[in-house]
């Protein structure tokens, strides 16, 4: 997350991250009890405003459910029938990097003020675009010159 910040947006009070994991064993009909993982995350950072290059105040809100099941099979099955979230349970799961990946999945595509805290400027045009004449205009002038004459 923090890859994502503003490079000179030091971190303050404002800024947090918290997050909560909670799991539930849920009976079913059939005696076997699902495991799920209710996870939550808050987040408040500074990201880069694409328009002014600026610091941005974004917070972030993630709430989501995991079905946990015993193996990748299972998952597609699963994942194709329903619209739940499905992992695959192991010795080896990482809650934290579930939380970051969550987190990052939940920044905005294009972060920006509403209204940028400082006016923003044009580039004076070093290439000279401006003052060269359109190509397809000096085209129609060639097309024009050289009409063919009747015979």
């Known amino acids: 997350m923090s ?12 800024d947090i991250y918290r997050w909560q994991a909670t ?23 500074s990201l880069v405003c694409q328009r002014c290059l600026q610091p941005v105040a974004t917070v972030l809100r993630v709430e989501r ?10 998952a597609l099955v699963i994942d194709a029938e329903i ?7 192991s010795r080896t799961f990482d809650v934290t990097e579930l939380v970051e990946d969550e987190c990052l999945l939940a920044l905005p ?5 509403e209204m940028c805290p400082q006016p923003l400027t044009v580039a004076p ?4 675009f401006e003052e ?4 397809f205009g000096v ?6 010159r050289r009409k063919p004459s009747p015979n």
């Open 3 to 14: 890859e994502e910040a503003h490079p000179e947006a030091k971190p303050g009070a404002d």
């Open 65 to 74: 459910s995991f079905r946990f099941v015993a193996d990748e099979q299972q």
């Open 23 to 45: 799991g539930e064993s849920r009976a079913t009909r059939g005696g076997v009890s699902e495991t799920w993982l209710h996870l939550e995350a808050d987040a408040r950072l």
């Open 139 to 144: 085209l129609g002038e060639l097309k024009l």
């Open 125 to 128: 045009d070093p290439v000279g």
């Open 132 to 135: 060269r004449p359109n190509p």
């Open 83 to 89: 619209e739940e979230d499905v992992l695959v349970l």
């Open 109 to 113: 595509l294009v972060p920006r003020h």
